[in-house]
Each structure stands twice: as C-alpha cells, then as structure tokens.
C-alpha cells in the first residue's frame, strides 16, 4: 500500500512510483494499490505555509499512516519534505529527477512584467529572488493545486506566478516560461519524487532499492544536508541545486537570501562521491559565515 497525498499532482507521482516497482519487480499492473490522504496542508488554502505548522503540515498524516501500518511507503514532492525527519522514516529512494527549473506564468519573462505587476506566490525563496531582480513588484500569498493557481491568472487576480516546471510536465501541462537556474535557483529537493518507509522494514528498503535513481539520490542528499545545516524555517528564502558531473563529483551551488531580495549570499562546492551530505553542510557554514546580519536573523536566530 502506497501513501500519498490526494491532489493531481501527487496522484501521478504516486501513480509513477506504483508503474516503476511494477515494472521493475515484473508484478502485474494494480499489485501496488494507493491510499490517498487529504493533508492539513490541503486543507487550509489562505494562509502562507509558515503561518499554519511549515512542511510538517504535507506530511504528518502520511507519516501516521505510515508508522501505524496502513502504508508500507510514502511517495512525496521532495521539497515538500521538512530537511529534519523522524528517524523511524527514511527516504528509500527517489525517481528519475524531472526539470528543476520553475516556469512563470503570466509573462514572457520577468522583465516584460509592467512596473509594479501583482504576482502571486507563497514561496519565501521565490519572494525573494524575484524582488532581487524586480524590487518594484508586488508580490502577494498566492497558495492552491496547479489548476487553482492557473485559473487565477486567467481570472486576472495576479499578473503572474510561478509554478514548478516538473510539476506542470507530469500533469501534461504546457504552460509558461522556464526560468533558468542561473536567475532563480531551485528549492532543496525540487523535481524530485522522494519515496519513504519505515527505516525498519528491510523488505520494503529492498524493493525500493532496485527502482533508486542514484544520481538524484546523490544530488538530495547534498541539498538536503545544506538545507538541514542552515537551519530557518518556512520563513527563509533558501535555494540549493545538486548536479552529477561527468567524473561522477557532485557539484553543489546554493544561496541564502533575506526576505526582501535586498541581501544575498552564494557559494558552490564540488565533492566526491560518499561526500555530498559533509559538503553541503560545509557549504552552508560558509555561507552563514559570509552573509549579514538580515540573512543569519533568518537561519540562525541571530
């Protein structure tokens, strides 16, 4: 039994997951059955994550089907996943990473936005970048599934927003404009399917094991260890994005901002294999080290 959260979204990654250990195992089609969870991050739709409880908020009813037994595996969008788990859980395995760019909606590109455009997101980090770039826009919460944020453009509550490039690929949507990683560098997991179970069940960490992409392994790991090690909350505008290159180092880039794009801290780092959790955490000592006093009030309290 495979757990995910009921929005379209995730019922294709879910789908994905279920496909590929069907395949992978030669089980016929339907032997991987679904549960589908409403989460309380589904629920409340008005607020910023932040306001309401952060990530935890897209994963705790999975995790209590998980660690009860209803489920043997969780399937979860991994930047929707708190850097910080229960240690009873682990992340088993992950697809194939899709495109990690985030697409804008609304406009050709972030400099054909009028003077003073309305763009709806509830990202901090895309906040940030994006005033980095354009401090004269407005930029307002803007929450709900892919067609909820879709149809508010077409409405004309917002000029535009942002939405991930992967997300809108595997609901089959054309939509917008790529963003490329060089202007907005991605969340600390995006384009990536994160598969968990119960870190005692050996039979189900087997099973997965076999349909791991291990360059997207790699690549999280290093991203999810910088995320863990600069610590924040829901509230700090962090990006990170992780690459296997073709001598097989993982090459790591990553950025700290403060809230209002005014301040902005980046670094990269290159690491050997078996090495990419140790780098990002160094990579995210260096840059607490570097950044000012509005950034480091953001990560560390201080």
């Known amino acids: 039994m495979l757990g995910t959260r009921a929005s379209p979204l995730a019922l294709a990654q ?16 339907g032997t991987v059955s679904i549960f589908e969870v409403r ?12 306001e309401i409880g952060g990530k935890a908020l897209w994963t705790k009813e999975l995790d209590i089907a998980l660690l ?27 697809l194939p990473r899709a495109d990690v760019r985030d697409r804008l909606i609304g406009s050709p590109s ?3 936005l009028s003077q003073g455009a309305k763009v ?8 940030a970048q994006l005033l980095r770039m354009r401090p004269d826009l407005q930029v307002s919460i803007m929450r709900g599934n892919v ?10 509550a917002y000029d535009a927003t942002f939405l991930a490039a992967a997300g809108l690929d595997r609901l089959g949507i054309d939509e917008g404009c790529a963003v490329e990683t060089q202007d907005f560098l991605p969340a600390p997991g995006q384009a990536a399917i994160a598969i968990e179970c119960r870190a005692d069940d050996e039979e189900t ?42 001598d097989e180092r993982i090459w790591l880039r990553a950025e700290l901002l403060s809230s209002d794009g005014t301040s902005h801290v980046a670094g990269e780092v290159r690491a050997e294999a078996g090495d990419e959790e140790a780098a990002g955490a160094a990579l995210a000592e260096e840059l607490l080290g570097r950044a000012g006093p509005d950034i480091r009030a953001l990560f560390t309290g201080s």
């Open 147 to 156: 067609a909820t944020r879709l149809n508010r453009i077409a409405e004309g």
């Open 205 to 246: 960490r087997a099973l997965l094991a076999a349909i791991d992409h291990v360059p997207t392994h790699r690549a999280v790991l290093a991203e999810r260890a910088f995320a863990r090690a600069v610590g924040g909350s829901c509230h700090s505008p962090v990006a990170a994005l992780a690459v296997v290159e073709g």
């Open 14 to 29: 879910a789908h994905a997951t279920a496909a590929a250990l069907e395949e992978t195992h030669g089980w016929p089609a």
């Open 68 to 94: 009860g037994g209803t489920t043997r595996l969780s399937v979860h969008s991994c930047k929707d996943v708190e850097s910080e788990r229960p240690s009873e859980l682990v992340i088993a395995a992950f």
């Open 110 to 112: 972030i400099e054909a």
């Open 39 to 50: 989460t309380t991050g589904d629920k409340v739709q008005d607020r910023a994550l932040a």
């Open 120 to 127: 709806g997101t509830s990202s901090p980090r895309r906040t």
